[in-house]
């Protein structure tokens, strides 16, 4: 708003009482004043000639806002034709020119309106100059000067307007070009938008080499669907479809209607590797999800193909390899995903399920032997494959995966325990805590023992709250667990930290946050769970 600030300094110079052609020459004023009024008449003529200079500085800024309010009115329609150039579509491209034009034209009238004000203004300054030229009177004088003063203050007032109406137009310009990219009905990204944002990654490929990825996703059945239960209920499903996608990926992935039942989610930034699996999830969750509409039920399922960037390919071919993925799919029997290798495709789950479950168990041909990977005394995974688990979902979030949430779990006075039962009693409680973690976990989340007496549990698509209900529903089944052992019956419990991957996190910080938590916890008392900064007593017993 460069223009809005050279003219608010206008406006700035000509609320000082400036004016131009000022009747005074060569800093000298008429001598028929009174001889008792000379000292009044002289600071009449100083302030005159005070206001001489001022008022020339104010004309000269007055016309360079008028050149820079045309010029910036020139700049806006050069920038909105260089938008409407670059969009895809022609006829839609054409389309929001005009409404470029349009809003431009308005910008234009403001900035012409201005310029007219500002010679509006110059005009009654030099009028005003002229009254106090031909009166010598002191009274006079200063009543000019107060017209003077009247006509700066309704400059400032038209400026004020202007650029209140300058500021508007731009929202509503800005509104104007958001509403071109957004779908009516879902709310997703269009067309245009997923053509805008693959050309900005393309560009970013060819400059950087930075890998992005692509699935095209169908529902599957979908005109049968609708020849069944009407295009209401298929609008419907197809709200429901982009509402399952957007909460099944992160903001850092752009979830699209492509066109009908189509739609895509771009994964910027990330490789197959890391976008399959979070594409697959997000896929499979619509067959999860449940339609309510008019007292029904509905269910859809979808297919999805997906595809990564390859080295001298067009964002065409890309999204074609992605089509022809899905594709592919249909021919399997719909409700599945799969990925383009460049020359065919294959089923996503043959390349990267075992990435998706980390942590599940492994058979062994010798039962007895444990894998370098995993804790001797508990079985469960160790330090090192679990610092990488947590390293592959944090790249996978921050390209569109679910979110994860972390519990650092460790046992309350260990080691008093342990000196007062024996070295046997800690053994027992260190693995009855992992069988109690075991026991809560699903297929995709990930147990593990961290240090002697510390235990930490990844929970993929889960909040924070979600992860504290979690512990406390483990520290409640330990807190009531009675252990055998030598010399009586042991009770124990645990403290625990729930936190939550954001933005900027690395898996250090991620982890540390979860230990501060959970230190918090045991500085507490101990047999609780901390989730936040400011912790709040999430379960407190005793």
């Known amino acids: 708003m460069s223009v809005v600030l050279d003219i608010l300094t206008v406006g700035t110079a000509a609320a000082t009482g400036c004016g131009a052609g000022w009747w005074l020459r060569g800093g000298t004023g008429p001598s028929s004043a009174p001889a008792g009024d000379s000292g009044e008449s002289e600071a009449l003529r100083k302030k005159v000639a005070e206001s001489q200079a001022a008022a020339a500085t104010a004309q000269r800024d007055a016309q360079t806002a008028r050149s820079q309010a045309l010029d910036a009115a020139r700049d806006a329609a050069a920038h909105k034709f260089e938008a409407a150039q670059a969009r895809t579509e022609v006829a839609r491209a054409r389309e929001e020119a005009q409404e470029a034009h349009r809003a431009v034209a308005q910008m234009q009238e403001i900035a012409a309106r201005m310029a007219a004000d500002v010679d509006q203004h110059n005009s009654r300054v030099q009028e005003i100059n002229a009254e106090i030229g031909e009166s010598g009177a002191t009274g006079l004088g ?79 059945h979908f005109k049968k669907f609708n020849d069944t239960y009407g295009h209401q209920a298929g609008d419907e499903v197809l709200r429901s479809v982009a509402r399952v996608l957007r909460d099944n990926v992160s903001s850092n992935a752009m979830v699209c209607r492509y066109g009908g039942e189509e739609f895509a989610i771009i994964f910027g930034g990330c490789d197959l590797t890391i976008a399959s699996p979070a594409a697959e999830r997000a896929r499979a969750a619509i067959a999860d999800s449940v339609v309510e509409f008019e007292g029904k039920q509905l269910r859809v399922s979808a297919s999805g193909g997906i595809a990564q960037f390859r080295p001298n390919e067009t964002v065409e071919a890309m999204v074609k390899r992605a089509d022809d993925a899905l594709y592919v799919c249909k021919e399997a029997g719909r409700n599945c995903g799969h990925w383009h290798d460049g020359e065919t495709s294959h089923p996503i789950t043959e390349r990267f399920k075992k990435k998706a479950e980390p942590g599940a168990s492994e058979e062994s041909s010798e039962p007895k032997a444990v894998p370098a990977n995993r804790d001797p005394l508990t079985g ?21 995966g679910p979110d994860v949430s972390m519990i650092a779990v460790e046992i309350d006075k260990f080691d008093r325990l342990t000196k007062a039962f024996g070295e046997s009693a800690g053994e027992t409680m260190l693995k009855a805590t992992a069988q109690f973690l075991k026991a809560t976990m699903r297929d995709m989340d990930h147990v593990a023992r961290v240090s002697d007496r510390q235990f930490a549990l990844t929970l993929p698509g889960a909040s924070v709250e979600d992860a504290a209900a979690v512990a406390e529903r483990i520290r409640t089944a330990i807190e009531n667990c009675k252990l055998p052992v030598k010399g009586g019956v042991l009770q124990f419990t645990i403290s625990s930290g729930a936190a939550q991957m954001i933005m900027n996190d690395t898996t250090a910080s991620f ?32």
């Open 142 to 220: 200063a009543d000019a000067i107060a017209k003077l003063i009247e006509a700066n203050n309704k400059m400032q007032e038209q400026l004020q307007s202007a650029e209140k109406k300058l500021e508007e137009q731009e929202k509503a310009l800005e509104e104007q070009i958001a509403a071109a990219r957004t779908d009516t009905l879902t709310k997703l990204g269009n067309r245009r938008a997923f053509d805008a944002k693959l050309a900005e990654l393309e560009g970013l490929f060819r400059q950087q080499q930075r890998p992005s990825s692509v699935m095209m996703i169908d529902v599957d």
């Open 380 to 400: 469960l995974s160790a330090r090192a494959p679990f610092l990488e688990d947590v390293d592959r979902r944090l790249a996978e979030w921050r390209c569109g």
């Open 511 to 542: 982890v540390e946050r979860a230990n501060r938590f959970l230190k918090t916890a045991a500085d507490q008392g101990g047999n609780r769970c901390v989730s936040c900064e400011e912790p709040e007593q999430i379960a407190v017993t005793g």
